[in-house]
């Protein structure tokens, strides 16, 4: 049974590492990205809820103190 012959497999990872890191960046510089970015203000709306319109409070069993 023959086996595999491992002796190109070096050349052939390094050649594809190359070529992948020139692809992006030839894909890279074809982006137009703005000189100077300067950060925008959003507005924060709030939004109504039904939940804040009444009051509500959970009680739980164990917080509630023991009265006799």
């Known amino acids: 049974m023959p086996q595999l012959d491992t002796s190109t497999w070096f050349t052939v ?31 924060q709306t709030k939004q109504n809820t039904p939940w804040e319109k009444k009051w509500t409070k959970t009680y739980l069993p164990l917080s509630q103190h023991l009265t006799y």
């Open 13 to 43: 990872i390094i050649s594809m590492l190359i070529t992948l890191f020139i692809i992006f960046q030839l894909k890279t510089m074809t982006h137009q990205f703005p000189i100077n970015p300067q950060s925008t203000y959003f507005k």
